[in-house]
């Protein structure tokens, strides 16, 4: 009990001290979980959007890779750019291997299929509901994808948080080509692995807390964005 | 475009018969009201010929070509109105249109002046009332020039107010030179705006005529039965 609560006491006054070793490792894994959602966001809503209008041969085949891809666990992401990024492989000449941007591409790869998969499906409700509509009004396909993912704009924040907390939540992926270097690829998520596994639970638990507060404020922003659009835009 | 022949048109989802059959002519002027009972096939009638649905038998015949060549829009019981401003709801509608910025916002605000809705411009559509949202929906089909406006049950949720606005929009419609194509329940609306009356029913058009003759005597045993509100569900005619 005594571990417990000396543990938490530490812990907090590392949040309450803004201890530099904290907000730093804090800072990174912003810096890469938001450019990794971002990239993931500006090509997965453009694919998911389109695939949720498009109808062409294979479409179905292709909606069970995507939706399999769901599920692909972040150290096999994490080995896939390892070997893409290594010296020997197609991109080792990039040099990035063990940087951030690293890390960057592979949370992006590991996020590209929540925000595809997703959006496919908000779409595609979508235009089951309202397609007919659109189409009778000459709208082609594509013009439906962008008209139909923008009036679900306010559903798609869910993705966007979605993604968001698929990425900065991972450690197998950043942890495999990142490396986990202290004051250069150092991440909450990694900083919690390998501070728990040396004992040092009171950064752990104070990168917990940071973390899931994090999640939490996005979440009611979201929330709250969402109750507003409501209201404003019925 | 016109004239417009449906010839022996076919709908027949699973080998479950909805339109058998159909055989119609309609020139370019004018408003003709497709009147039948519930599940006669009237929506369905427009879906096919605003190209949303494929026909399983038969034909359309556009003037004597396979594809329409004039424009053609579709108004829906349900309205969709996406969450924009009353303004970009019309002129979304004008994009693939080859218009100026300039020129569709000109046309934009003419058909809602004309629709009453110009006061609303920048209002969010969805939290427009039931009839203005519908004479958004006509503003928008009506903006892109159609040569053949089809309207299903354009009326079927409003109030007589709004009803009678909706009509007035409709006339106006005629007046420039568009053919209207509509569904009603609503006898009283077919008396006053139809220049001509389609009886669906039983998957077939059962009578065609002149809406003053069709009101006044019926060819049909079917339509006759239905004017005096005596048409059973599932009824068998004599073909």
């Known amino acids: 009990m005594t571990t417990f609560t000396d543990t938490a006491l530490t812990a907090l006054q590392l949040l309450t001290e803004l201890a530099p ?72 000449s990039l040099g990035w291997l063990f940087s951030l941007k690293a890390m960057v591409l592979a949370q992006t790869v590991l996020v590209l ?30 013009l439906r994808s962008v008209l139909l993912a923008w009036d679900e704009r306010y559903a798609l924040l869910t993705v966007l948080i979605a993604a968001f907390g698929r990425a900065i939540s991972e450690v197998g992926a950043v942890m495999v080509v990142g490396g986990n270097i202290e004051g250069f690829t150092r991440v909450m998520t990694t900083a919690i692995a390998l501070e728990t596994s040396k004992g040092e639970l009171p950064l752990s638990v104070a990168l917990g807390v940071v973390l899931l507060s994090l999640i939490f404020c996005l979440n009611s922003v979201a929330y709250g964005v969402r109750c507003w659009a409501s209201r404003r835009y019925g | 475009m016109f004239p417009l022949r449906l010839i022996d048109l076919r709908f027949a989802p699973e080998e479950r018969v909805v339109l058998e059959q159909v055989n119609l002519e309609l020139s370019g002027e004018g408003i003709s009201v497709i009147l039948g009972p519930n599940g006669t096939g009237k929506t369905l009638l427009l879906r096919l010929l605003a190209g949303l649905l494929p026909a399983h038998g038969g034909r359309i015949d556009w003037g004597g070509k396979l594809q329409p060549n004039g424009r053609l829009a579709m108004v829906f019981q349900q309205p969709m109105l996406l969450r924009l401003s009353v303004f970009a709801n019309v002129e979304f509608a004008l994009r693939p249109q080859q218009m100026t910025a300039a020129e569709r916002k000109a046309r934009t605000l003419e058909v809602l002046e004309r629709v009453g809705l110009l006061h609303r411009e920048k209002d969010c559509a969805r939290l427009l009332s039931g009839g203005e949202r519908q004479r958004l929906a006509l503003a928008r089909a009506w903006a892109m020039r159609p040569r053949l406006l089809l309207l299903d049950e354009p009326t079927a949720s409003l109030d007589p107010s709004a009803t009678e606005q909706v009509e007035r929009i409709i006339r106006e419609v005629r007046t420039e030179g568009a053919k209207v194509l509509m569904t009603t329940h609503n006898l009283g609306q077919a008396t006053r705006l139809a220049d001509d009356i389609i009886f669906l029913a039983e998957g077939c058009v059962q009578e065609h005529a002149p809406a003053q003759r069709f009101f006044a005597r019926p060819q049909s045993p079917a339509a006759r039965a239905f004017l005096q509100g005596e048409l059973p569900w599932r009824i068998t005619f004599d073909r």
């Open chain 1, 21 to 92: 070793v904290l907000w730093s490792i804090v800072g990174r894994s912003l810096w890469v979980s938001v450019l990794a959602t971002a990239l993931a966001c500006s090509i997965g809503v453009v694919l998911g959007a389109w695939l949720g209008v498009a109808r062409f041969a294979g479409r179905d085949a292709l909606l069970t890779v995507l939706n399999t891809l769901l599920a692909l666990p972040s150290v096999v992401v994490g080995l896939l750019v390892y070997l893409l990024l290594s010296r020997t492989g197609p991109l080792g």
């Open chain 1, 113 to 142: 299929p929540v925000v595809t998969a997703l959006t496919r499906q908000c779409v595609e409700d979508a235009e089951r509901n309202h397609g007919e509509q659109l189409q009778s009004l000459g709208a082609k396909p594509w």
